[in-house]
């Protein structure tokens, strides 16, 4: 896999290709992508503490486009969330995560009263209309540990913020 160096961040932010994808997402075409989007760097997190109802992904700033199926990545490339099965009605009537422009606009309908909030750095997935967002390898630890104890995520209890 190649690695894209975004200079702005001096991170590393994987190439990915629509042949590596996980089945379902796309084409088998080798047609590569790289971020094209990027935040200038804030704070990613929020103080409040656990059991946390849901994740809110602040993506407002970096171009992210909707998709059924966004993906959650580290800058170190490793998978946070978004690749796995979901039943084909979930999907229709709920989707993998829902898009709002306010946290309490996305409390108030899918990811309760205390939601843990990340910063998405950056978008990638498709060169024109990047879905997937790229956060702090940090953030997406923080996302896994919390998830094993509440379980949000089984539940697509999932927000973008968009602008």
């Known amino acids: ?15 990915v290709s629509m042949a590596e994808t996980e089945p379902g997402r796309g084409p088998a ?10 935040a200038a760097p804030q704070a990613a997190s929020q103080t409040q503490a656990g059991p946390y109802t849901g994740l809110i992904v602040d993506c407002r700033g970096i171009k992210i486009s909707r998709t059924m199926g966004p993906l959650i990545n580290d800058t170190d ?16 009537g709920k989707g993998k995560v829902g898009y709002y422009t306010t946290i309490e606009q996305a409390e108030s309908v899918r990811v309760g009263s ?13 060169k024109y ?4 967002a790229i956060i702090s390898v940090a953030d ?19 927000g973008f913020l968009i602008d």
Do not use: Q
Request: glycine residues 6%.
């Open 77 to 92: 490339g490793r998978k946070v969330w978004g690749y796995v099965d979901m039943d084909y009605g979930e999907a229709l």
């Open 140 to 158: 997406g630890a923080r996302i896994v540990a919390e998830n094993a104890k509440s379980h949000f995520l089984d539940t697509y209890s999932v």
């Open 29 to 38: 075409v080798d047609v590569s992508v790289v971020a094209v989007a990027v």
């Open 114 to 126: 205390n939601p843990l909030v990340v910063k998405a750095i950056a978008a990638t997935g498709n």
């Open 1 to 15: 896999m190649v690695k894209l160096v975004c200079a702005a961040l001096m991170c590393a932010l994987p190439a």
């Open 129 to 132: 209309y990047p879905p997937d």
